[in-house]
């Protein structure tokens, strides 16, 4: 099983670490695309931060993410899961695995980056500020530039197994599965059910549902199940008691749509 997570907007500090080791990280076939990337973000923000902010969309207040990423090559690093924060990576837990589920975690979880293309949670890396939504003056949008590197890299990723898309939509634009991989995995909706005057009503959440989707990933992690298609994931996640609504595709080279059903939103 192979597991997309968006990164968070928000990250921890480097810390004082080891600077960045480009020739470690995961993916090797991703490294000539992440170099440039790197090469041109470091640039830009040393060389002009009022571009640079404008860049990266960042408000006056944020004025300090330039000068981290000025100093990206030298700033200490962190294993990526120590480094993502937020609503789903709180919710995951990854510190409070059993050991068990946190080898399972290395081998399964892959961060999708504007920066790196795809980490795994174990490489360690500094932080950061690059959304995938940003276009850089050289390479262009990121969301184009990493479609090609991506596409030679994430399928032998995924191997003959289930993919788990969780990723937000403008990271999920940088790679799509395509033909009979893309029958292999299943993209995630959190719907909360509310009953109201009697009547059942739906809405998509959005915050929370990053929260549910830290929940179920750690679940199954958890629970060392190891589903191989989106089918058996739905019958997983049911016997985890999540509540799962989903239908195969009507047609060929689509992926699952898969609808998990909360009634409290925490």
């Known amino acids: 099983m192979l597991v997309l997570l968006p990164p968070s907007e928000g990250k921890a500090a480097s810390g004082r ?25 470091v640039g830009l923000c040393r060389a002009d931060e009022e571009k640079a902010r404008d860049v990266l969309g960042l408000s006056e207040g944020l004025r300090g993410e ?7 090559e030298t700033a200490g690093a962190r294993p990526a899961g120590e480094i993502y924060t937020g609503v789903l990576y709180d919710a995951l837990g ?8 946190r080898r ?24 950061y500020r690059c959304s995938m939504g940003v276009k850089l003056p050289g390479l262009g949008a990121l969301g184009a530039y990493w479609r090609t590197p991506l596409a030679s890299v994430l399928p032998e990723a995924a191997g003959d197994g289930l993919v788990l898309d969780l990723r937000s939509s403008a990271y999920a634009a940088a790679w799509r599965p395509k033909g009979e991989l893309a029958e292999r995995t299943a993209t995630v909706r ?33 629970s060392g199940t190891a589903p191989e298609d989106p089918a ?6 049911r016997d985890l008691g999540y509540t ?6 009507v047609r060929a080279g689509r992926p699952w749509a898969l609808d998990v059903v909360v009634t409290e939103i925490h």
């Open 66 to 72: 330039v000068a981290k990423n000025a100093v990206l």
């Open 232 to 237: 058996t994931l739905v019958e997983a996640l």
């Open 190 to 222: 959190v719907l909360h059910a509310q009953v109201v005057d009697g009547v059942e009503k739906r809405s998509v959440v959005s915050h929370f549902n990053k929260a549910t989707k830290g929940r179920m990933v750690r679940s199954l992690l958890e």
């Open 17 to 41: 670490g080891a600077p960045l080791k480009p020739e470690s990280l995961s993916l090797p076939g991703l490294a000539e695309a992440r170099a440039a990337v790197l090469g041109e973000l």
């Open 244 to 249: 799962v609504e989903a239908e195969a595709p």
């Open 94 to 101: 990854l510190a409070t695995l059993a050991p068990a589920a």
């Open 104 to 127: 399972r975690a290395r081998r399964a979880l892959l961060v999708c980056s504007g920066l790196w293309g795809a980490v795994r949670v174990d490489d360690r890396i500094p932080s």
